[in-house]
């Protein structure tokens, strides 16, 4: 059975770091691109970071030279090392792995507030 899990986030100040992780079980993160979205209370799902196969990595505009995305292949998990936090990064925040087949997992809330 393929699970997906988050964590690692939480309330933190405008201008704090979050580091959320993923944990993949049942799937190998390195035949996988890996991804990371985010959903803000009554907005869409947005992508936010992504990293492929090959380890190139894409980010968002918004989240560029704040946000950074790896992979530790000894655990089989995916960070997203967030920097210098706004309020409008406020949502939560899903792991996907992409493949033949896509896995979701159920999310972490991450709140940026004074």
């Known amino acids: 059975q393929v699970q997906v899990v988050e964590s690692g986030g939480g309330l933190v100040q405008p201008g704090g770091s979050l580091r959320l992780s993923c944990a993949a079980s049942?799937?190998?993160?390195?035949?996988?691109?890996m991804g990371w979205y985010r959903q803000a209370p009554g907005k869409q799902r947005e992508w936010v970071a992504g990293i492929s196969i090959g380890a190139g990595v894409n980010y968002a505009d918004s989240v560029k030279g704040r946000f950074t995305i790896s992979r530790d292949n000894a655990k089989n998990t995916v960070h997203l090392q967030m920097n210098n936090l706004k309020p409008e990064d406020t949502a939560v925040y899903y792991c996907?792995?992409?493949?033949?087949?896509?896995?979701w997992g159920q999310g972490t809330q991450v709140t940026v507030s004074s």
């Open positions: 049942g799937i190998d993160v390195n035949s996988y691109g």
């Open positions: 996907v792995a992409i493949g033949g087949r896509s896995y």
